[in-house]
């Protein structure tokens, strides 16, 4: 799929949320995170209902400036609050959003449930697939 700024974020999201309960600890996360390579986590409270999200840089800011240790909850770091954007929003949404927001990754709800994920990386890929097709032109 190319990069067309009017396409839906529905049809670009990453629908495999993972997830961790804000009980657990920032080992818990790392350990996560490494397993399935990725570089974020939704964090779960009450019902597994979302509630924040931790990413690599926010575990590296709060161990690095020694805010909190492997053992700390993950609740003690995330990032709250989420920041969704609607499932039939554009991708140029979400880019706008994500600049606008200082943010790499946006959830994506439908009927006020979380249905996927859409990051940085997805548009820049989706960005160099409509590059690559242009040099094929």
């Known amino acids: 799929m190319a990069l067309n700024l009017t396409v839906t974020v529905k049809s670009a999201i990453n629908r495999d949320i993972i997830t961790l309960d804000k009980d657990l600890s920032v080992k818990s ?9 990725i570089g974020s986590v939704v964090i779960t409270g009450e019902g597994s209902k979302p509630i924040g999200i931790v990413t690599e840089r926010d575990i590296l800011k709060s161990i690095g400036y020694q805010r909190a240790k492997p053992e700390t909850k993950i609740e003690e770091i995330m990032s709250k609050p989420l920041i969704s954007l609607e499932a039939n929003a554009t991708l140029g949404e979400a880019a706008e959003t994500m600049i606008k927001k200082k943010i790499r ?11 996927g994920l859409i990051t940085q990386r997805d ?10 097709s242009l040099l094929i032109m």
């Not at 990754?105 to 249905?115: E, S």
């Not at 548009?123 to 690559?132: E, I």
């Open 29 to 37: 996360a790392i350990k996560l995170m490494v397993r399935k390579n």
């Open 123 to 132: 548009l820049q890929r989706l960005m160099t697939d409509t590059f690559k």
């Open 105 to 115: 990754r946006l959830l994506v709800t439908q009927n006020d449930k979380y249905i």
